[in-house]
Structures are given as C-alpha cells and as structure tokens.
T-cell receptor, first 115, second 113 residues
Framework: KAGVTQTPRYLIKTRGQQVTLSCSPI?????VSWYQQTPGQGLQFLFE???????NKGNFPGRFSGRQFSNSRSEMNVSTLELGDSALYLC??????????????FGSGTQLSVL | GESVGLHLPTLSVQEGDNSIINCAYS??????FIWYKQESEKGPQFIID?????DKRQGQRVTVLLNKTVKHLSLQIAATQPGDSAVYFC????????????FGKGMKLTVNP
C-alpha cells in the first residue's frame, strides 16, 4: 500500500507570493492533518480535515488555509508569503474519526523556502 | 531535512549500547502517547505507542515507559545500531482535543560505530 504522498518535494518562492501544497493520504484514510516544522519551533499543528471538513485548527494566521476533496486528498495554501514561512510542511493521514486516539502516518514533506 | 536536527539536544552512544531518550509531556489529561523517529529528508516515522492505562510497552528492540505521576515518557532502544541515528520525538494526544497530536521538541540520537 502506498504511503502518504506530498508534492512538490521542494519549493522556492519570494515574499508576497502564494503557494499550494498537495497531499495524497494512504488509501482508505479519511483524516488528513498538516504540520509546520522548523528548527526553532519543532512540529506545529496547522489544521486537520475529515470528510472534507476542517475539524481542528492550530494557532496560525488566516494566510494559512486548506481544503480536502471527496477522495480525501488535501491541499494547503499559504498566501502573501513571509520569510518566516520557510519550513518543512508535513502532511499526515490516519484511518478514522478525529476524536479517537490513533497514530499518524507522515509523508516526506514539502520543503518551502521563501526568499 | 537536515535542518530538523539543529538546535536540538543530542545524545551520542556507541554502537551496541542501550539508549534512553526522555520526554516530559505537558498535559495531564493526555491519554495516548507516541514515539516517532525522523531521519534526514524524511517525515516522522512511527516507532511505538502507549495508552495511559499502561506503564510499559515493548516492541522490537524498543520499550516505552510511561510515568503519569510526573508526566514523563521514555524510549529505550536496545543494542543501538547506526541506523538508529535520527531525531526522536514524543507526541501526546487527548481524545477529543483540539490537536491531533502535540509534539515535543525532539532529541537527536547519534550512534558512533
């Protein structure tokens, strides 16, 4: 069974631009979560989607948004990029309802550099 | 990528030794805990998990210990191998909480041959 797939693997943007990252979860997984990883802050939760609905949201500004499609694939968007948005963006999928305890399976991430 | 390991505490061990990585978690209401391993240029990889109704769980070469009294979690790796070199994260979850998993800051394990 294929793992979590994230595209693109690397991305370079300039300040003020916007970016869209894509994630395909493991087949059969319906919950998708996004995390931002930086050397200074570690892994920070962005948001979680289940059945095309945003279930939970972390403490990030409104420039960060996401969505989930009917096939469980998810995208996240960052508008008006800032230098501090440079990070590894990780997508993770899991099987069932977000209210239950379950392990997350991570993709390899998209490394975003903002110049 | 490689920058994941920057600014992190580091544990260096000799190949064949046992390693112990510790983690203090933050929420006394958390009832599920996971250890992840992250290698360079990869996402976090699941190692082992434990629920709050247990205090010890063993896997292949790994053991997780949970002390709820002091909110402490540890990962023991037996006969550490060079392939165990990575950054290790503990993560906690409270069922019905606002975040799927809350991650610790991580520790970089370096295994010397």
């Amino acid at each position: 069974k294929a793992g979590v797939t994230q595209t693109p693997r690397y991305l370079i943007k300039t300040r003020g631009q916007q970016v869209t990252l894509s994630c395909s979860p493991i087949s059969g997984h319906r919950s998708v979560s996004w995390y931002q990883q930086t050397p200074g802050q570690g892994l920070q939760f962005l948001f979680e989607y289940f059945s095309e609905t945003q279930r939970n949201k972390g403490n990030f500004p409104g420039r960060f948004s996401g969505r989930q499609f009917s096939n469980s694939r998810s995208e996240m968007n960052v508008s008006t990029l800032e230098l501090g948005d440079s990070a590894l963006y990780l997508c993770a999928s899991s099987l069932g309802h977000p209210a239950t305890n379950e392990k997350l399976f991570f993709g390899s991430g998209t490394q975003l550099s903002v110049l | 990528g490689e920058s994941v390991g920057l600014h992190l505490p580091t544990l260096s061990v000799q190949e064949g030794d046992n390693s112990i990585i510790n983690c203090a978690y933050s929420n006394s209401a958390s009832d599920y805990f996971i250890w992840y391993k992250q290698e360079s240029e990869k996402g976090p990889q699941f190692i082992i998990d434990i629920r709050s109704n247990m205090d010890k769980r063993q896997g292949q070469r790994v053991t997780v210990l949970l002390n709820k009294t002091v909110k402490h979690l540890s990962l023991q790796i037996a006969a550490t191998q060079p392939g165990d070199s990575a950054v290790y994260f503990c993560a906690e979850n409270m069922a019905g909480g606002s975040e799927k998993l809350v991650f610790g800051k991580g520790m970089k394990l370096t295994v010397n041959p």
